[in-house]
T-cell receptor
Framework: GNSVTQMEGPVTLSEEAFLTINCTYTATGYPSLFWYVQYPGEGLQLLLKATKADDKGSNKGFEATYRKETTSFHLEKGSVQVSDSAVYFCAQVSGNTGKLIFGQGTTLQVKP | DGGITQSPKYLFRKEGQNVTLSCEQNLNHDAMYWYRQDPGQGLRLIYYSQIVNDFQKGDIAEGYSVSREKKESFPLTVTSAQKNPTAFYLC???????????FGQGTRLTVV
């Protein structure tokens, strides 16, 4: 079945470092892909999305490109801040139901 | 402001009791979802509903029940049959199939 796999965390970086969180998916067809962010004790917020191959989603300095050749949707940011510390989830939409299939989440810790 | 409201934020339940978590949305979304989140894990789908008076089981429906009598509301009941109910519960809604989901702030349920 469809699935999403993320790199395991925690990822610990110094402020202003470059961030990459890997995400790969398995799916029938070409589902829309998403990155969500969760701050401690809160719900999930949509960070960015891409709906078709080669689309690049971007928001708040974060970017991810939908790569159908490698079935990947890696999250990147050129210079992280302490305020970026959170849990990041990669997800895809399953078929026609709208159900989201999530990766296990990657915790990012940014130190000053 | 449009959004999804979950209540309460924290909930304590004695073993053997049923408890109902509230989820209300004013986004005019057709689809609504309940997810469960355990520490260090991704989100698992409990139930979802794509239209009023209809809902389907997700991956971990045992011990839970839902209703969808109104478009705006999708309450989740955690029954005494759920053996390990302590978790963070997230409600979400979406418009068209394949679009992003919007999440509430979550309810943290603890069995005491």
């Amino acid at each position: 079945g469809n699935s999403v796999t993320q790199m395991e965390g925690p990822v610990t970086l110094s402020e202003e470092a470059f961030l990459t969180i890997n995400c790969t998916y398995t799916a029938t067809g070409y589902p829309s892909l998403f990155w969500y962010v969760q701050y401690p004790g809160e719900g999930l917020q949509l960070l960015l999305k891409a709906t078709k191959a080669d689309d690049k989603g971007s928001n708040k300095g974060f970017e991810a490109t939908y790569r159908k050749e490698t079935t990947s949707f890696h999250l990147e940011k050129g210079s992280v801040q302490v305020s970026d510390s959170a849990v990041y989830f990669c997800a895809q939409v399953s078929g026609n139901t709208g159900k989201l299939i999530f990766g296990q989440g990657t915790t990012l810790q940014v130190k000053p | 402001d449009g959004g999804i409201t979950q209540s309460p934020k924290y909930l304590f339940r004695k073993e053997g009791q049923n408890v109902t978590l509230s989820c209300e949305q004013n986004l005019n979304h057709d689809a609504m979802y309940w997810y469960r989140q355990d520490p260090g894990q991704g989100l698992r789908l409990i139930y979802y509903s794509q239209i009023v008076n209809d809902f389907q089981k997700g991956d971990i429906a045992e011990g839970y029940s839902v209703s969808r009598e109104k478009k705006e509301s999708f309450p989740l009941t955690v029954t005494s049959a759920q053996k390990n109910p302590t978790a963070f519960y997230l409600c979400a809604s979406s418009d068209k199939r394949g679009t992003e989901a919007f999440f509430g702030q979550g309810t943290r349920l603890t069995v005491v």
